[in-house]
């Protein structure tokens, strides 16, 4: 499976302020796709990042809140902007695997907003 | 309203023994799933994933599908300790690489 990165790992940010996560792949991938998982929670899929086009935002979720950058076919950006302590979660970015439908996780990306 | 199920847990299951983890899901034309373990702190981790009803085995792991009930289960036998995390059952369900997720099952494993 792609080795996958995310940056920062954690930040403890001011209300307000805007927060930009980067996801980085070793290899190319058609499908990145951006997730929030609260505490104790599941998986919530934000938005789905295809190279080239817009990204594909969820239910409950807007561009304007959850802005995605995919440049190309080995990064993605998210960023949370305007942020709120119910922003306080962990973003997940997970990549399309080799079986067209499988999903592999980076690290994460804990946010804690003050 | 497409749904993915699992019992919350948590499940405690002596080391040794087989831990048995289940999950339902709505949608009848579903046709891919997905096991993933998740350690506290840590992302999801793909362990199964199976397409075709019966047993898939993978080491001390099997998947188990029956579309015709719609459920899916995860066995894992001689459980060991590291064991012990969250199971997550997730399900494509209409062939846009979009996976549905169930809350997961959180498994003990006691020595």
């Known amino acids: 499976s792609a080795v996958i990165s995310q940056k920062p790992s954690r930040d403890i940010c001011q209300r307000g302020t805007s927060l930009t996560i980067q996801c980085q792949v070793d290899?190319?991938?058609?499908?990145m796709f951006w997730y929030r998982q609260q505490p104790g929670q599941s998986l919530t899929l934000i938005a789905t990042?295809?190279?080239?086009?817009?990204?594909?935002?969820e239910s409950g979720f807007v561009i304007d809140k959850f802005p995605i950058s995919r440049p190309n076919l080995t990064f993605s950006t998210l960023t949370v902007s305007n942020m709120s302590p119910e922003d306080s979660s962990i973003y997940l970015c997970?990549?399309?695997?080799?079986?067209?439908?499988?999903?592999?996780f980076g690290p994460g990306t804990r946010l804690t907003v003050l | 309203q497409k749904e993915v199920e699992q019992n919350s847990g948590p499940l405690s299951v002596p080391e040794g023994a087989i831990a048995s983890l289940n999950c339902t899901y709505s949608?009848?034309?579903?046709?891919?799933f997905f096991w993933y373990r998740q350690y506290s702190g840590k992302s999801p981790e793909l362990i199964m994933f199976?397409?075709s009803n019966g047993d898939k085995e993978d080491g001390r792991f099997t998947a188990q599908l029956n579309k015709a009930s719609q459920y899916v289960s995860l066995l894992i036998r001689d459980s060991q300790p590291s064991d012990s995390a969250t199971y997550l059952c997730?399900?494509?369900?209409?062939?846009?690489?979009?996976?549905?997720w169930g809350a997961g099952t959180k498994l003990i494993i006691k020595p």
């Open positions: 997970s990549v399309q695997g080799a079986s067209a439908d499988t999903q592999y």
């Open positions: 290899s190319q991938v058609t499908m």
């Open positions: 990042a295809n190279q080239g086009s817009e990204a594909t935002y």
């Open positions: 949608d009848r034309g579903s046709q891919s």
């Open positions: 199976i397409y």
């Open positions: 997730a399900v494509n369900m209409d062939s846009n690489y979009q996976l549905i």
